[in-house]
C-alpha cells in the first residue's frame, strides 16, 4: 500500500503544480480573446465608415451619370430637330411622277 500512497501524493503534487500553469495559460488566453474582441470592435467601427464614404461616393457618382445622361439626351433631342429642320428646308418639292398609263 506504501506504493499507492506515494504515487497518489506524487499526482496531488503534480496537479497542483500545474493548477498556476493553467490559471496562467487561462489569463493569457482571456488577454487574447479580449484583444481580438477590441479588434472586431475597432474594424467594425472602420467598416461602418468605410460603407457611410462609400455610399456617398456612389450617390455622388450615380448623380454625375444622371446628369451625363440628361445631356445625351439634350444633345440628341437637339440633333434630331436639327436634322429634321435640315431636311424641311432642303428637300425637293414632290413632283408628281407619271403612272405607266400615260407614259409615252
Do not use: Y
Amino acid at each position: 500500500m506504501g506504493t499507492l500512497t506515494g504515487q497518489m501524493r506524487n499526482l496531488a503534487a503534480d496537479i497542483t503544480s500545474s493548477r498556476g500553469e493553467r490559471q496562467a495559460w487561462l489569463g493569457a488566453l482571456r488577454d487574447d480573446v479580449g484583444g481580438l474582441r477590441a479588434d472586431l470592435r475597432a474594424g467594425s467601427r472602420q467598416r461602418r465608415l468605410w460603407v457611410k464614404s462609400l455610399r456617398g461616393e456612389v450617390g455622388r457618382m450615380c448623380g454625375e451619370i444622371q446628369a451625363d445622361l440628361r445631356g445625351a439626351r439634350r444633345a440628341w433631342q437637339e440633333v434630331t430637330a436639327t436634322r429634321t429642320r435640315f431636311r424641311a428646308a432642303t428637300s425637293p418639292a414632290k413632283r408628281a411622277r407619271p403612272s405607266g398609263k400615260h407614259r409615252k
